[in-house]
C-alpha cells in the first residue's frame, strides 16, 4: 500500500503531500510528522527512499507507507494521556511520533531478537 501522495525531497515535503491528499487532518498529528524525519529509520543506503509515500522493506526492518500511518494515527484521535499499544512495533516510527502526541507518560517496552534485526 501507499504511493498514494508524490514523492517529496525532504520531510516537510512529505508532510505537505500527505496533508494536501487529506491523510494528515489535525495538528498534533501534523506536528509529530514533522517532528520525526522519516529517513533516520531507514538505512543509508536507502535513505534516498524515505520521503516517498511506500511501504519499505530490508530484511527484518519494515515500515509502512507513510498515508498508512496517519491514517492510523488521525483515526485513533490521540491526545495526551491516553495510552497506546503497538504490538510489532518495527523500527519505532509509528510508536515515537505517537509517544511525541501523548505525552511524558509513555512507558514503551520492546521485547525484539536483537540479532535478528542485525544479521
Known amino acids: 500500500m501507499g504511493g498514494a501522495v508524490s514523492a517529496g525531497e525532504d520531510n516537510d515535503d512529505l508532510v505537505d503531500n500527505l ?17 520525526i524525519d522519516r529517513a533516520d529509520y531507514y538505512l543509508d543506503d536507502y535513505r534516498d527512499n524515505a520521503y516517498k509515500d511506500l511501504a519499505w ?19 485513533l484521535d490521540l491526545h495526551p494521556g491516553l495510552s497506546f499499544l503497538n504490538l510489532g512495533s518495527g ?14 507518560f509513555l512507558n514503551a517496552e520492546m521485547n525484539i531478537c536483537i540479532s535478528s534485526v542485525l544479521n
Open 19 to 35: 496533508k494536501e491528499a487529506y491523510y494528515i487532518r489535525s495538528d498534533l498529528v501534523e506536528r509529530a510528522f514533522r517532528a
Open 57 to 75: 522493506r530490508h530484511g527484518n526492518i519494515h515500515l509502512s507507507a507513510p498515508c498508512i500511518y496517519s491514517e492510523v494515527m488521525e483515526a
Open 91 to 104: 523500527t519505532g516510527y509509528l510508536s515515537t511520533m505517537v509517544g511525541l502526541i501523548l505525552g511524558t
